[in-house]
């Protein structure tokens, strides 16, 4: 198989969520409690800045938070970045630059959507002028509160047509998404990635554990799918019999098409 998976290679918000945000300990989850130490002080020091300047309106808010966390976190795009290293490096991609927008949209009260298309991940918000569209991977030009430009984007978001997504190479999706997530399902969407990366890289084992740990978070239809051919890979692999079958058993009662080499085993 010479395709290789792609999952958000952009960027999400959430209709309500605009209360204080305690999911960025579960986003740092799988980093190092100095990395954990480190990313809380600098999100706190960047929300009491951002407090203690005044805007005049609810777009002015945003205008600055979008500006200002795009300058302060996030320097390299990285496909498949983890989560800390917006904090270490200031590398991000889509989802971990959404997430980071998450944490602090949310400890600033403002209230947004996270979408998430098959390839992509976006952020919506409603603010007194209008719905704002917030692609946190264009620094130049992705505050979007035209109209018909959030249509259009979104448009080439549901077709895959994200920037930087390798369509002619990856895998494609047979479900369509096109739906609203919860910042508490963001660390299962990094775990997810993460998998992802391990299976690309040719790790199956650690990706069969991260896309265990992905699927207890948000079982998303994209999970299913990938289940299926990781399942098939891990038959065709070089892997020995008894850890292929440790492997597989490991994900019984996951719904998924079963490759019919499962049946030998």
Do not use: W
């Not at 945000?21 to 009491?48: C, E, H, M, Y």
């Not at 390299?76 to 630059?97: H, I, K, P």
């Not at 692999?237 to 080499?261: C, E, M, W, Y």
């Amino acid at each position: 198989m010479n395709r290789r998976f792609a999952f958000f290679l952009l960027i999400l918000p959430l209709l309500g969520y605009g209360q204080k945000s305690s999911v960025l300990p579960d986003l740092l989850g799988a980093s190092s409690p100095q990395t954990a130490l480190l990313a809380k002080s600098r999100i706190d020091d960047f929300i009491q800045n951002l407090k203690s300047s005044n805007s005049s309106s609810d777009i002015a808010l945003l205008k600055r938070v979008f500006h200002r966390t795009q300058k302060e976190f996030l320097h390299q795009y990285a496909s498949y970045a983890d989560f800390s290293e917006v904090f270490n490096s200031g590398r991000y991609d889509c989802l971990t630059a959404t997430s980071l927008f998450s944490v602090v949209l949310s400890e600033l009260n403002v209230e947004y959507t996270i979408v998430e298309t098959n390839y992509h991940i976006f952020l919506l918000v409603n603010t007194s002028k209008g719905e704002v569209l917030l692609e946190t991977t264009d620094r130049f030009n992705g505050f979007v509160r035209n109209e018909k430009e959030i249509r259009q984007r979104i448009g080439r978001y549901r077709q895959g047509l994200a920037a930087g997504a390798d369509t002619q190479n990856s895998y494609r999706y047979h479900c369509d998404l096109y739906r609203e997530v919860n910042p508490g399902q963001l660390p299962g969407l990094l775990y997810y990635n993460q998998a992802v990366k391990a299976y690309n890289a040719g790790c199956l084992d650690t990706c069969g554990e991260l896309l265990l740990k992905a699927k207890s978070i948000y079982d998303t239809p994209r999970i299913k799918e990938f289940v299926s051919i990781f399942l098939r890979s891990i038959i065709e692999s070089t892997l020995d019999d008894q850890t292929k079958l440790r492997i597989i058993r490991q994900f019984k009662g996951v719904t998924a098409p079963v490759p019919p080499a499962l049946a030998s085993l």
